[in-house]
């Protein structure tokens, strides 16, 4: 298993500012996986971040955007950047674990609220 | 692409009835799935999980077996209580380790 840890749990935003989203996990793991989920809607993958490479991201999401930093092993950093209120979303930060058919743990989330 | 879809909710029971969520699934190779938990005001938790053809995966008196010829996952449980109001979500993931998650499904239990 996997305990992780995000920051800011909640936070309301304004139009055009950007916020950081922190994920540090307590074991080195070489993937980390960033997730949306919006207002009553499924889990939708942002990006794949994996340690000493750029960040691979899903269509429809961009760095410009979502720009994500993975310094090393046991953290990653989310932006969202120029938040307009489509952006309220949770963001969710996910590790894989048990090999190839193992599961995914996941964050408690980071809810934000963009007025 | 991978996908999943899922029986619309909510779904609404009284405490003791029996809950079958519909699931089915379309994916290239031979994928793993799961089922993940969302409580109020929670992060997503797995409940349960089935690596391969005809296999059952259970947790807390849920069920739900990996039917290959049918693509589909249908979760189970003989007697709901109020306590797993809950939305749950089907997923899959293939061997690029990213999971493909359905819309998921709300579940309301009244005592």
């Known amino acids: 298993s996997a305990v992780i840890s995000q920051k800011p749990s909640r936070d309301i935003c304004q139009r055009g500012t950007s916020l950081t989203i922190q994920c540090q996990v307590d074991?080195?793991?070489?993937?980390m996986f960033w997730y949306r989920q919006q207002p009553g809607q499924s889990l939708t993958l942002i990006a794949t971040?994996?340690?000493?490479?750029?960040?691979?991201?899903e269509s429809g999401f961009v760095i410009d955007k979502f720009p994500i930093s993975r310094p090393n092993l046991t953290f990653s950093t989310l932006t969202v950047s120029n938040m307009s209120p489509e952006d309220s979303s949770i963001y969710l930060c996910?590790?894989?674990?048990?090999?190839?058919?193992?599961?995914?743990?996941f964050g408690e989330g980071s809810r934000l609220t963009v007025l | 692409g991978d996908s999943v879809t899922q029986m619309e909710g909510p779904v609404t029971l009284s405490e003791e009835a029996f809950l079958t969520i519909n699931c089915t699934y379309t994916?290239?190779?031979?994928?793993?799935l799961f089922w993940y938990v969302q409580y109020p005001g929670e992060g997503l938790q797995l409940l349960l999980k089935?690596?391969?053809?005809?296999d059952k995966g259970s947790n807390k008196g849920f069920e739900a077996t990996y039917r290959k010829e049918t693509t589909s996952f249908h979760l189970e449980k003989g007697s709901v209580q109020v306590s797993d109001s809950a939305v749950y979500f089907c997923?899959?993931?293939?061997?690029?380790?990213?999971?493909?998650f359905g819309t998921g499904t709300r579940l309301l239990v009244s005592p």
């Open positions: 997923a899959l993931k293939t061997g690029f380790q990213k999971l493909v």
């Open positions: 971040a994996n340690q000493g490479s750029e960040a691979t991201y």
């Open positions: 994916a290239t190779g031979y994928p793993s």
């Open positions: 996910s590790v894989p674990t048990g090999g190839v058919n193992g599961e995914l743990f």
């Open positions: 074991s080195q793991v070489t993937m």
């Open positions: 089935a690596t391969k053809a005809d």
